[in-house]
């Protein structure tokens, strides 16, 4: 479970002082935002300007603590040494979708779960769809994790860094776990 000590809810999306850096990784180049408050983002390559899954408004490159120790988070991750995250997170959005972002860090490594069993987490089998949207807003991918949410009949689905990305982050958690690879062939980045 990710233990997050300062996890900000705020509904508004923008912020004067927002620092990024890019974070190389093995699924491509990531950048990762954060607020005075905590990491804000972790954006994929298609999280254009136009075509941005999370409102930000204006940002700097720039250095903080937070975007240190999420990269050095991220780090062991991707070494295979780091199963959750404590990173101070400041998420944005509305109370149902940060209960949503926040249930993700609930799921066990290297499992999956679906919408609907998520849905059924929080009291509300009927909500799959809201569930869904939620997640598909999910601003920090990877350390809150909604790859590890699949589609009701065991297929991959929609994910901000694309359906090979969330094949390699589930795969690579499953090859620490000593398990088979069961959605890629992990060689496609």
Same mark, same amino acid.
């Given at each position: 479970? #990710? $233990?997050?000590? *300062?996890?900000? #809810? ?5 912020? #004067?002082?927002?620092? !990024? ?7 491509? *180049?990531?950048?990762?935002? *954060? !607020?005075?408050? %905590? ?8 999280? =254009? ?7 930000? /408004? ?22 295979? /040494? ?31 779960? =679906?919408? /609907? ?5 929080? %009291?509300?089998? $009927?909500? #799959? ?10 601003? &920090? ?7 590890? &949410? ?7 689905? /929609?994910?901000?860094? %694309? ?14 776990? %000593? ?5 890629? !062939?992990? =060689?496609?980045?």
């Amino acid at each position: 479970m #990710t $233990k997050n000590s *300062a996890q900000q #809810t705020r509904t508004s999306q923008t912020e #004067t002082n927002l620092v !990024s850096v890019t974070y190389n990784a093995p699924v491509g *180049a990531l950048r990762l935002v *954060a !607020s005075n408050h %905590g990491l804000r983002a972790i954006l994929w390559p298609n999280d =254009t300007h136009e075509r941005r899954r999370v409102r930000l /408004g204006q940002i700097d490159e720039g250095s903080s603590p937070v975007l240190a120790e999420a990269a050095r988070q991220l780090d062991q991750y991707f070494a295979g /040494g780091r199963m959750d995250f404590d990173v101070d997170l400041d998420l944005c959005g509305t109370e149902f979708q940060v209960q949503i972002w926040r249930g993700l860090a609930d799921i066990k490594y290297g499992r999956t779960t =679906t919408y /609907g069993e998520q849905a059924a987490a929080i %009291g509300n089998p $009927k909500a #799959t769809r809201a569930v869904a949207s939620a997640n598909g807003k999910n601003p &920090i991918s990877i350390m809150l994790p909604c790859h590890r &949410i699949i589609g009701a009949d065991g297929s991959l689905t /929609g994910f901000a860094g %694309g359906l090979e990305g969330k094949a390699w982050l589930l795969d690579h958690e499953r090859r620490n776990l %000593g398990m088979e690879p069961k959605w890629s !062939s992990n =060689t496609l980045f």
